[in-house]
């Protein structure tokens, strides 16, 4: 739960249930491999529910179960810290690629 694919699926999912598509226009920049990962993931840890529905062609949809509820408001809280230093920390990122310029952290 420590990426921040599983934030913003988190984060999406305390809206309501959602399809896979749903969830991956919901989320910019997210590949469709690493929305399935996260997913999986998330259901592994026992924090999303996906539910199989016997329909042609078979319909899924992802949500959170209790676990994953219980997580939303903390959730929010970093989701929301991220956008609010946002541009703090663009500027911070710059100013260190600038310093150090073979860095390879990108």
Request: cysteine-free; proline content about 4%.
């Amino acid at each position: 739960m420590g990426d921040k694919w599983s934030v913003l699926v988190i984060v999406e999912l305390a809206n309501g249930p959602r399809r896979f598509r749903q969830l991956q226009r919901a989320i910019d920049g997210i590949s469709q491999r690493m929305l399935t990962l996260t997913v999986r993931r998330l259901e592994r840890d026992g924090l999303v529910l996906r539910t199989v529905y016997p329909t042609v062609p078979a319909q899924v949809d992802y949500r959170l179960t209790e676990t994953g509820a219980s997580l939303t408001h903390l959730v929010k809280a970093l989701a929301d810290w991220s956008l609010e230093h946002r541009a703090a920390i663009a500027q911070a990122r710059q100013s260190y690629d600038g310093d150090h310029p073979d860095n390879e952290i990108r």
